[in-house]
């Protein structure tokens, strides 16, 4: 294997981790003691020949929110209902 094309593969490695790494490609170099210019110029030379693709998807967590209970007031007036009721059945006639 060549030296270059073993460089290659540890940058490779770095660039799929950094994928997963909760933190900026910054932060990972620095936790990793990579310089962040390599990283960038390695990752930009291997998406150009291998065509590794950038995420472009975000994670999202989603979290549940309960919807509050429907109160009394929420409701329409049941006269004013009635009659608008009225109102749309007078017009289908």
Do not use: N
């Not at 460089?7 to 490779?12: F, G, T």
């Not at 936790?31 to 990752?43: A, G, M, N, P, T």
């Not at 509050?68 to 017009?91: K, V």
């Amino acid at each position: 294997m060549k030296v270059e094309e073993s460089k290659a593969e540890i940058w490779r490695k770095h660039i799929e981790s950094a994928r997963s790494f909760p933190g900026t490609a910054r932060e990972y170099c620095e936790r990793h003691s990579l310089q962040v210019q390599s990283f960038y110029q390695w990752r930009k030379r291997l998406f150009a020949v291998s065509g590794l693709k950038r995420s472009s998807f975000v994670p999202v967590v989603m979290s549940r929110v309960e919807p509050e209970p429907l109160r009394r007031t929420d409701l329409p007036d049941a006269q004013w209902t009635a009659e608008f009721i009225l109102h749309l059945l007078r017009g289908r006639s």
